[in-house]
């Protein structure tokens, strides 16, 4: 079962966006300036995609009823300074999320980098970084080594794993967005590799971006991560990086 994509404006359902090519002639106009809610259903679940900042409210109430009849697993796809995507099993809990998001339509994010220590013993940590942070080393394919550079106190991406996941989406290259010195990505998830050059422990977080992605979207990824203490060969002082987009326990909007 895959169906065509079913529109919702102005509370009312559209069965085609040709109904509507006289207001809009994109799906972006249609989600960020008309305020068209567009929900797909599929083998794999429910898909509902908006842009929060948009007047959609009557549309979001109809896509509320509208899920409690549909097939689960929801994914809740929504605009807010960039894409969110969430997942949930059981349609009041898609509807709760829904009607939170309604009543924080007026929220402007102030960052678009959020970094939060996390206990191990209390987290659903992914193999990798359980493995990392015990064993305190990883396959280098799974990490990104970064170096100090004293003349300026900052730290360059000076090697990107294969099978990372910025190297996933960018290209294993320490030229890509992520890696970029300079930013407030960069200032702000850095904040940590000091300590962990300096006690030589390893540090276990969680970070979720918002990040421009090569088809020119934002969207928020949320990682957990494992930093350990690294030395290059030619002595120079540094982190090793490895993480995994997954659940984390930071709650932007």
């Keep these: 079962m895959d169906t065509s994509p079913i529109w919702i404006s102005h509370g009312h359902l559209v069965r085609s966006p040709q109904e509507l090519s006289h207001v809009a002639d994109s799906e972006d106009q249609l989600l960020h300036r008309e305020g068209v809610v567009k929900i797909r259903v599929s083998e794999k679940g429910t898909t509902v995609r908006w842009s929060v900042f948009a007047s959609n409210w009557a549309s979001l109430y109809f896509t509320m009823d509208w899920l409690r009849t549909s097939p689960g697993p929801f994914r809740l796809e929504y605009f807010l300074v960039g894409w969110f995507d969430e997942t949930y099993a059981e349609a009041h809990e898609a509807v709760d999320r829904i009607h939170t998001l309604l009543s924080k339509s007026d929220v402007h994010i102030m960052s678009r980098t959020f970094v939060k220590e996390a206990d191990p013993k209390l987290s659903r940590m992914p193999d990798l970084l359980q493995d990392a942070l015990t064993d305190r080393t990883v396959n280098p394919d799974f990490a990104i080594d970064l170096a100090l550079d004293p003349k300026d106190d900052r730290f360059k991406v000076m ?53 421009n992605t090569p088809d020119r979207t934002v969207r928020w990824y949320p990682y957990q991560r494992v930093v350990l203490p690294h030395l290059f060969p030619d002595g120079t002082r540094g982190v090793t990086v490895v993480s995994q987009v997954a659940n984390v326990d930071i709650q932007v909007v």
């Design 159 to 211: 090697r990107v794993g294969d099978r990372t996941p910025i190297a996933e989406l960018f290209g294993a290259t320490p030229v890509a967005y992520p890696c970029v010195n300079g930013g407030s990505y960069d200032q702000i998830v850095s904040e940590i590799y000091p300590r962990v050059i300096r006690t030589g422990e390893p540090h276990y977080g969680h970070v979720f971006a918002a990040m």
